[in-house]
Nanobody, 120 residues
Framework: QVQLVESGGGLVQAGGSLRLSCTAS????????MGWFRQAPGKEREFVAA????????SYADFVKGRFTISRNNAKNTAYLQMNSLKPEDTAVYYC?????????????WGQGTQVTVAS
C-alpha cells in the first residue's frame, strides 16, 4: 500500500502561482509513475499532468501546457506541481495519484486532495 498526502493548495489571485506537493509513504520502494488530477464543482475529474518514475517522461493536459510543471524528487518520495499564471478556471480540488505499472497505466493510489481557489 502507498499513502499519498497533498499539500500546498490555497487561495491565490489570477495570474499568481502555487506549488503543490504530494508526499508518498508506505511501499515507496516500487517504481511508481505519479500524476496530478483535478475536479471542479459539478465537473468530472480530469487529468492535469504526469511524470514517469525517473522523471524523464512528462505528460500534460493541453490546458496547462506552458503554465504548469510537474516534477519529482524520489529521494524525498515527493512529486510537485508548479502552477503559474493561474486562472479562475483552474479552481478545483487537486489530487495526486500513483501508478504502479508506470506512466499511462491505471492509477492505483490516490491522495485526499487539496483545494486550489483562484480569485478573479
Amino acid at each position: 500500500q502507498v499513502q499519498l498526502v497533498e499539500s500546498g493548495g490555497g487561495l491565490v489571485q489570477a495570474g499568481g502561482s502555487l506549488r503543490l506537493s504530494c508526499t508518498a509513504s508506505g511501499r515507496t520502494s516500487r517504481s511508481y509513475a505519479m500524476g496530478w488530477f483535478r475536479q471542479a464543482p459539478g465537473k468530472e475529474r480530469e487529468f492535469v499532468a504526469a511524470v514517469s518514475w525517473g522523471g524523464g517522461t512528462l505528460s500534460y493536459a493541453d490546458f496547462v501546457k506552458g503554465r504548469f510543471t510537474i516534477s519529482r524528487n524520489n529521494a524525498k518520495n515527493t512529486a510537485y506541481l508548479q502552477m503559474n499564471s493561474l486562472k479562475p478556471e483552474d479552481t478545483a480540488v487537486y489530487y495526486c495519484a500513483a501508478a504502479q505499472n508506470g506512466l499511462g497505466s491505471q492509477y492505483d493510489y490516490w491522495g485526499q486532495g487539496t483545494q486550489v481557489t483562484v480569485a478573479s
